[in-house]
């Protein structure tokens, strides 16, 4: 079965303050993750990057998988290839994160299913940058 986005979970991720692990964020302000961390940002959310060189980002700590973020997780924002999310929605599921955002492009229905299952809110192939406004968040 295929994966639909429900707007009430679209809002309730994009309008609850909390923290978003930015899995693939690190400090190349050329990537898409960069801007979309920055904009979830001023939608009131903490983030940490989540990138092998756990390295800090826009003034936030990063680390190198998400079993070493030492808080809970709200939401995983998942911006690696499709075919990495899996591993990445396993470890979501495994840290007690609450939510998986799987970005525009990243597509893993069975992963997304896993995560389902799990009791996670799942959100796939979409961004925030086009939820915010189409909801009236912004």
Known sequence: MAHTNDPEVV?????????????????NRSRTAYDIARYVM??????VAVH???EPVLGAP???SLSEVPEPI????????SELAGAVVD???AVGARAVWLQLG?????AAARA??????????????????RLGIC
């Open 52 to 54: 092998p060189k756990a």
């Open 42 to 47: 001023n939608l009131g959310m903490r983030i």
């Open 11 to 27: 809002r309730r991720l994009l309008s609850t303050p909390g923290l978003w692990a930015v899995v693939g964020l690190s400090e």
């Open 74 to 81: 709200d939401v995983v924002d998942v911006f690696v290839r």
């Open 116 to 133: 389902r299952e799990a009791g996670l809110d799942v959100v796939m192939d979409t961004c925030p940058a086009i939820e915010a406004p």
């Open 91 to 93: 470890e979501a599921i």
């Open 106 to 110: 990243v597509i893993d229905e069975e």
């Open 62 to 64: 990063g680390y190198a």
